[in-house]
């Protein structure tokens, strides 16, 4: 493509309001522009990008078995209110109505649509197992729109949907996804790691994110320094032993300690350690109070807590629930002598403690001395706090380090949950009726452009990898006024194109400094600049990645790209 | 692909309510299913065929010079507001607001979301002409959504757009972009034309239509018999001249004709020819009152009344307004003794009447002996009629002929509409600041895709051209429990798929009678029958259009096939 007839706008400045690389090098290099908060338009490059990783995962898709199709973004508001979604979503469903008045939502996501389009034409479990997917534009009114197209409000997604008879079919189909994105996200050169993530409100079992390793990433990865285990920071078990000390046991004593709320004031203050201190932490676990202990070094993990109760909301207590249940402002609330109302529950940990500190349930008072299984009635000891940095890793093997990650896919088993509400059902062997189980599968397309990005940068601007760089060879004439170069650089730009090189020539009349700084943004993996030998048949040829630079001549210049582009 | 595995929901049954044939073949042959009303899920073999079309337009495209990009769905009102057409679009133009209450259109079209991309980012005239397009889903929420995709709600569009510095630069990218759609609805296998249309409100100068010929079109084609020439019916200009009769002039008289209004009960009331009767048509232009006059054969052209007086509206005169303006009811109107406040003017057919008839402005009567320059005051003679067949066609080569057409695809000369209100600048040559000149070129994209079926099919279903097959070959075993059957069968699949071919593999269970009815539906150009001669190694290969059919042995297949597909 010639430079001059497509739409680059490189910026020499990095925008002020983009905060993270991605965003910043998208911007300068001229690969998308901002319409409204969380808005994008992929200029020429970027789209060009964007179709590159459409067409591994499309491949890898197929590959896994899966047929493409294409849903419609407008989506009837009948079909939200029969999976109770319509309710549900909240916010970031956009909504509208037609001409008649009548409802839709925008797609944020297809379970409803796909389930309805199944349902009507499946009826027997000889039509399945079935996978179908799409590439598409979703449209999500995120509270807090940030990081370019990392976190959009319109944003290119692969949605993929699987329907089965049974189980163990889910179970082949899910693995044969998690291999496909292990796939796509390798092919697109990202550092990723698949982790067990928390299957949340949608009520499914397995769940594996796709995480794409970055300072910048919102989630915390939690991964063990030696083996392939990963997992979101929230789904981490904790495999730990802890030793009690053989210490005496004390008396418990009721001590003065004003205004010694958090764990860190109180153990100066007493000085001693905080892994001696028991945090107590109120709970609203579906109506009912939870009192749960963890040790004064470790944080609670509400997740953990919802599901040792099997529990639907689990909430922090307000401060008026703190005084209603243990009769005690926060801050100085404990386990010892607290109703019946109240279910304590505590931390493995916990039992390690000797002699231990805690809140007494009355207003400026600790207790010291305290020996849990003595002083207090625990209903259940569990794993019940955050794995941390230096634990072992769950799997057994290695130790556990954090590292931060851009979810860009996600495999699911989504269960009965649509196929149920929405009565998505089949005859089974025996004639008799049976809810179609699901799985869905999905993936940020567009999030993963930007990923890629900010892996794969470095100070001038960003570093294709060769799979999804927008063209391969950038051709560069320093002078396109003067002719030998000009004649030179054209010939190639035809050459490298008929041997079936993806080529951008800058064909414009820009000062070559200009035309070298642009092309650094841009990032194509192999830069051919004709100068000033170009009569001798002699280019010169950078390595974008290593910065590698050297002299080639015409002749020898078709056998050099084959051994650094690989075809 | 493994017709077991993907989605091909095929009916036995004409659905009832899909009125024309693509729409039809499109349900019955597992292509689409609609969601509600205009809205429709693309299954995977229509996808298929959606993103072979979505090539041809590209390679098209960026053979014209044009560059991909993709812009949002969403766009913000302001953008509408700045061209003014947040209030003139209409209900078409479906609106929502996002969490913020700030509205945003959902794209219908991309000219103010360009035009604000290309201004931002284009200063001067050294950066022009710029050709960029994208294909995309555009929203329209029509008024009566109908014949499947072919006028939905939902669809996908091609729209490209160019920027110019001068009149002389868009010309020439208007050709090459018209050159570029003539060869993409050649590919397509279409029958159609490039047919001259009405700039309408867009405020543009030339403009052409791409219609594909087919009856069930909503637009009439006049076009001649022996030359290039076609115009949207409303377009066409008459290029006749009437003889004048020479018989001698009588006196005007004015006779009673109780309940005789329309030109069929006069001519026959009076046992005088339509071509003697006058033609009234009054009209409020611009809120002034025109009488207009055609041949009682005739038909009154209102883009030409339009035209003639450079109006923004014209509208037929209610029954109120002809009382007001000519003291009588509609039926009894004309144009002798009519008030100075009604301008009167006369298609170029009525100077060859001689003694005529027309309404007498007063009801129940008319007028016979009617000459028209004796009796009444023209202001003007102009073409102000419709072509009809049989006339001679305005290029004067051949006689005029009427075709229904499908509209997939326009282009339009824009010209500083969008670039002058929404403030889109460069500076020319001489540092002047201008405003950008336009062009803008649409394909119908899902409707090119219902347009090949309404031309490509039969009583059993649809041929598709091998250019926009979903696949080129489907394969069928008769008998899948046969093993030799089956064995051959999946070795001509990977065979077939191998050599580069793409392939449907009927693996199902079902009946060779069900598989071939929907073979005959899905409609691929060759089908490769494995049945009873498998053993012998010999299959039947069938030729979709034609029907012809023919045994061939598996050596020879592959030569076989290279002869039928072409590659």
């Given at each position: 493509m010639k430079q001059s007839m497509t739409f680059i706008p490189t910026l020499r400045e990095v925008p002020a309001d983009a905060e993270v690389k991605s965003h910043q090098l998208m911007l300068r290099a001229g690969f998308t522009r901002q319409n409204t908060s969380g808005v994008y338009s992929y200029l020429p490059l970027a789209h060009k990008v964007l179709k590159?990783?459409?067409?591994?995962?499309?491949?890898?898709?197929?590959?896994?078995?899966?047929?493409?199709?294409l849903m419609p973004a407008l989506q009837q508001a009948e079909l939200w209110q029969e999976s109770g979604r319509w309710y549900s979503?909240?916010?970031e469903l956009m909504r509208l109505k037609d001409r008649h008045n009548r409802e839709f939502a925008l797609g944020a996501t297809h379970e409803e649509m796909i389930t309805s389009?199944?349902?009507?034409?499946?009826?027997?479990?000889?039509?399945?197992?079935?996978?179908?997917?799409?590439?598409?534009?979703?449209?999500?009114?995120?509270?807090?729109?940030?990081?370019?197209?990392?976190?959009?409000?319109?944003?290119?997604?692969?949605?993929?949907?699987?329907?089965?008879?049974?189980?163990?079919?889910?179970?082949?189909?899910?693995?044969?996804?998690?291999?496909?994105?292990?796939?796509?996200?390798?092919?697109?050169?990202?550092?990723?790691?698949?982790?067990?993530?928390?299957?949340?409100?949608?009520?499914g079992t397995d769940t594996h994110e796709f995480m794409v390793l970055s300072d910048i990433g919102e989630d915390t990865i939690a991964y063990s320094d030696t083996s392939q285990y990963a997992a979101n920071i929230e789904m981490a078990p904790v495999n730990a032993t802890y030793e009690k000390s053989t210490e005496e046991q004390k008396e418990l004593v009721k001590i003065e300690t004003p205004d010694q709320k958090t764990i860190e004031e109180i153990s100066t203050f007493l000085n001693v350690s905080k892994e001696s201190c028991i945090k107590s932490v109120l709970f609203n676990v579906d109506d009912k109070f939870v009192l749960v202990l963890v040790r004064g070094d470790h944080e609670v993990n509400d997740i953990k807590v919802k599901n040792l109760f099997g529990a639907s909301v689990v909430d922090l207590a307000t401060a008026e629930e703190t005084i209603k249940a243990l009769n005690c402002v926060p801050g100085f609330i404990g386990p010892i002598n607290v109703s019946e109302d109240v279910e304590v529950v505590a931390d493995h940990a916990i039992s390690s403690v000797v002699n231990g500190v805690c809140g007494a349930n009355q207003a400026q008072y600790h207790f010291q001395g305290v020996n849990i299984e003595r002083d207090a009635k625990i209903t259940r000891f569990a794993d019940l706090r955050f794995i941390q940095e230096g634990d072992k890793s769950p799997d057994g093997e290695g130790t556990i380090r954090f590292a931060k990650g851009i979810e860009v896919g996600h495999v699911f088993k989504l269960g009965t949950r649509y196929s149920e509400s929405m009565n998505a059902t089949f005859l089974d062997e025996n004639g008799r009726t049976q809810p179609m189980i699901m799985g869905c599968y999905g993936i940020g397309v567009s999030?993963?452009?930007?990923?890629?990005?900010?892996?794969?940068?470095?100070?001038?601007?960003?570093?294709?990898p060769g799979s999804v760089a927008p063209f391969q060879i950038h051709v560069i004439p320093v002078n396109i006024k003067n002719d030998s170069q000009k004649d030179l650089a054209e010939k190639l730009y035809?050459?490298?194109?008929?041997?079936?090189?993806?080529?951008?020539?800058?064909?414009?009349?820009?000062?070559?400094?200009?035309?070298?700084?642009?092309?650094?943004?841009?990032?194509?993996p192999v830069r051919v600049t004709v100068g000033k030998?170009?009569?001798?048949?002699?280019?010169?040829?950078?390595?974008?990645?290593?910065?590698?630079?050297?002299?080639?001549?015409?002749?020898?210049?078709?056998?050099?790209?084959?051994?650094?582009?690989?075809?």
């Open positions: 590159k990783i459409e067409q591994i995962v499309r491949e890898e898709m197929n590959n896994a078995g899966a047929s493409e199709l979503y909240g916010p389009l199944v349902r009507d034409e499946i009826k027997s479990y000889k039509r399945l197992p079935l996978s179908l997917y799409q590439i598409q534009t979703k449209f999500r009114d995120e509270k807090r729109p940030r990081f370019g197209v990392l976190r959009g409000r319109e944003f290119i997604m692969k949605d993929a949907y699987s329907f089965h008879a049974t189980h163990e079919s889910l179970d082949e189909v899910y693995v044969k996804m998690f291999t496909a994105y292990q796939n796509i996200f390798s092919r697109c050169g990202l550092d990723f790691r698949a982790v067990i993530a928390d299957s949340g409100a949608m009520g999030r993963t452009l930007a990923a890629i990005i900010e892996q794969h940068h470095d100070e001038n601007g960003i570093v294709w035809t050459q490298f194109t008929q041997n079936g090189y993806e080529v951008l020539f800058d064909d414009r009349a820009e000062r070559v400094g200009v035309k070298f700084a642009d092309s650094d943004l841009i990032g194509l030998r170009a009569d001798e048949g002699i280019v010169e040829v950078k390595i974008r990645k290593t910065g590698e630079s050297f002299e080639v001549s015409v002749d020898e210049l078709h056998e050099k790209m084959k051994q650094i582009l690989g075809n």
